[in-house]
């Protein structure tokens, strides 16, 4: 549920009578609360009214009078302290799952250790808004060994009596927690340093750097940890332009020099060019995730020209790229269709839309290209909305690329060019 979508189709209704009617259509489970930390009041119990229970999981630091009525929230970058502390709304009310995430990070240890330690889940979020942010292979293993531990005792963990930190190794760098139920004792020890070898309490274990271990009772029933904990980087790699050169300019088409120049972007959390904007980071919050960044961009790679007008909307990259190909040209790089703006050989006169470039870049799982030009349309009401209405030259859109025809618009269309010699 976004609550900041107010300014494009509304639904005849309000928000809360809209979501039950859609929880009833969809029989669904649960509702995420986008960018709030809790429900409006209302929204739960026009959800009630159509299918009652259902999960409701917001984004941030639950209220603790919530908790009633919430099952589930996230624990997004919660600090910690070098043993991992106790998870409060987890400790108020031990069914209320949380979901540790801190989106922008590479090393998700901290995390993975305060969830085993409170018995709560992860939040694995490795695209980000289309910016890769893989997990390593001990991370990985580290939630793999986790979670059949955490299935296989979702009972115990959620209404056996838990002891936070009930052991420690000498030297406090293992720490356990424990649960029972007077048949069953399950310990989850977490290893926040070097390689161990020793006691952690009556327990006797060997953990590898950042390990983790479960026992039932004296049992050891799982180990695990060590690996390699390096960033699985993955390059972002740009589609080459074909080359269609022709001896003359055609018909409704001008010559434009090529030169070095600056794109400008929003950075929101998309970054530019692939690469992640923030690394490591806390969230960020506007108005610095609303700022503007300059890219400098190099000289196009020839002399070219592009078609004064657009040609048509309602096509997705590929299509625009097959019609070009059909009459004997390309589209403009991102590049290309600022100089022809910025030489005001283009006509903007008509109604604005947003037009296609020959940009696109991928990373083996993410695509993207750029859109240029800006358009008549604007959402209004929210920073979230991607920016609207028509757009200074230098102004670039990253747009996600979907498939199934679903980056068609009638807000998209683009221009034709033309290698010269």
């Known amino acids: 549920y976004n609550p900041w979508d107010v300014g494009t189709r509304r639904e005849a209704v309000d928000d809360e009578a809209a979501l039950g009617e859609l929880v009833r259509e969809l029989g669904a489970d649960g509702v995420f609360l986008d960018t709030m930390k809790?429900?409006?009041?209302?929204?739960?119990?026009?959800?009630?009214?159509?299918?009652?229970?259902?999960?409701?999981?917001?984004?941030?630091?639950?209220?603790?009078?919530?908790?009633?009525?919430?099952?589930?929230?996230?624990?997004?970058?919660?600090?910690?302290?070098a043993v991992p502390g106790v998870l409060r709304a987890r400790w108020l009310e031990q069914r209320h799952m949380l979901h540790h995430t801190r989106r922008w990070n590479r090393d998700h240890a901290e995390e993975l250790h305060s969830a085993w330690l409170n018995g709560v889940g992860m939040l694995v979020w490795e695209n980000v808004f289309g910016a890769w942010v893989g997990w390593s292979e001990r991370d990985k293993a580290l939630l793999r060994a986790m979670l059949p531990i955490q299935r296989r005792y979702a009972e115990l963990l959620a209404t056996g009596e838990w002891t936070p930190l009930a052991a420690a190794s000498p030297d406090a760098r293992v720490v356990a927690s424990r649960w029972?139920?007077?048949?069953?004792?399950?310990?989850?020890?977490?290893?926040?340093?070097?390689?161990?070898?020793?006691?952690v309490g009556d327990l006797e274990v060997e953990l590898p750097a950042q390990g983790i271990a479960a026992f039932v009772g004296s049992e050891q029933i799982m180990v695990a940890g060590g690996g390699d904990a390096s960033f699985p980087a993955r390059e972002t790699v740009r589609l080459p332009a074909p080359v269609v050169r022709v001896e003359t300019v055609p018909d409704g088409f001008a010559a434009v020099e090529p030169r070095p120049l600056t794109a400008v972007f929003r950075r929101r959390e998309t970054g530019t060019y692939g690469e992640a904007p923030y690394v490591g980071e806390w969230k960020p919050l506007p108005p610095r995730l609303h700022d503007f960044v300059e890219v400098e961009r190099p000289a196009p790679r020839g002399r070219f020209a592009l078609s004064v007008r657009d040609v048509k909307t309602g096509h997705d990259l590929a299509e625009a790229r097959a019609y070009a190909s059909s009459v004997g040209a390309r589209l403009p790089t991102e590049d290309e269709w600022q100089l022809g703006a910025e030489a005001g050989v283009l006509d903007l006169s008509g109604p604005r839309v947003w037009n296609w470039t020959e940009s696109e870049h991928t990373d083996g799982r993410t695509r993207f290209a750029i859109l240029k030009g800006g358009s008549d349309w604007k959402a209004e009401g929210s920073d979230w909305y991607v920016d609207g209405g028509?757009?200074?030259?230098?102004?670039?859109?990253?747009?996600?690329?979907?498939?199934g025809g679903l980056a068609r618009s009638p807000q998209i269309s683009f221009r034709l060019a033309v290698d010269l010699p």
């Not at 007077?182 to 020793?198: C, M, P, Q, V």
């Not at 028509?390 to 498939?403: E, F, N, R, T, V």
């Open 38 to 81: 809790e429900a409006r009041p209302g929204l739960r119990a026009a959800v009630d009214a159509v299918r009652p229970g259902i999960a409701f999981e917001g984004e941030s630091t639950l209220a603790l009078e919530r908790i009633c009525d919430h099952h589930l929230s996230w624990a997004q970058w919660f600090s910690d302290s």
């Open 180 to 199: 029972a139920d007077g048949e069953t004792t399950l310990w989850a020890l977490a290893n926040r340093g070097a390689a161990y070898s020793g006691s």
């Open 390 to 403: 028509p757009q200074d030259p230098s102004y670039s859109l990253k747009l996600l690329l979907l498939g």
